[in-house]
């Protein structure tokens, strides 16, 4: 048989042995490579998460938190009045009529005053309705009606 020829077949073939060293230095490499294609991999995906969630906040913030506050409500609006032609609806939330704001606003007798200021002239009105900014032209003006507008405000109590 072949046994005969010096060498047993299942001695060590030197060409295939690796050091343990080696192994162990080709290991390291490798997990360091696995490792950094992970991190790139996390990053992007945090960096994904963020702007997800800096989307999501936008949103969220132009939807809720970034409504102005409003400082009166309409509770009546006449129809045919020229605050029912413009567009203003009751429960509309004001927070900007003219000149007035919430940081300017003191009573009813502000918006009273810009209205008379402005008959004739159309006053920038902006509103919350449903949860969204609106934003309205009101011209004040004399009308079968009474006052120049057609409608009721009432202060909102903050």
């Given at each position: 048989g072949l046994k005969g020829r010096g060498e047993p077949s299942d001695g060590p073939r030197p060409a295939l042995t690796v050091s343990p060293a080696g192994l162990q230095n080709d290991h390291k490499a490798l997990m360091k490579q696995v490792e950094e294609a992970l991190h790139q991999l996390h990053a992007r995906e945090k960096e994904k998460?963020?702007?997800?969630?800096?989307?999501?906040?936008?949103?969220?913030?132009?939807?809720?938190?970034?409504?102005?506050?409003?400082?009166?409500?309409?509770?009546a609006v006449t129809p045919e009045s020229p605050a029912s032609v413009s567009g203003l609806q009751v429960d509309d939330e004001i927070v900007e009529f003219g000149s007035v704001n919430v940081h300017n606003f003191q009573n009813l007798q502000n918006i009273a005053t810009v209205v008379q200021h402005?008959?004739?002239?159309?006053?920038?009105?902006?509103?919350?309705?449903?949860?969204?900014?609106?934003?309205?032209?009101?011209t004040p003006k004399r009308w079968a009606g009474k006052g120049l507008l057609g409608c009721n405000i009432i202060p909102l109590q903050r």
């Open positions: 998460q963020a702007k997800d969630q800096a989307e999501a906040l936008a949103e969220a913030q132009s939807q809720s938190q970034s409504l102005p506050q409003a400082f009166a409500r309409v509770n402005s008959e004739g002239r159309p006053l920038s009105v902006t509103v919350i309705r449903n949860g969204k900014k609106v934003h309205l032209g009101l």
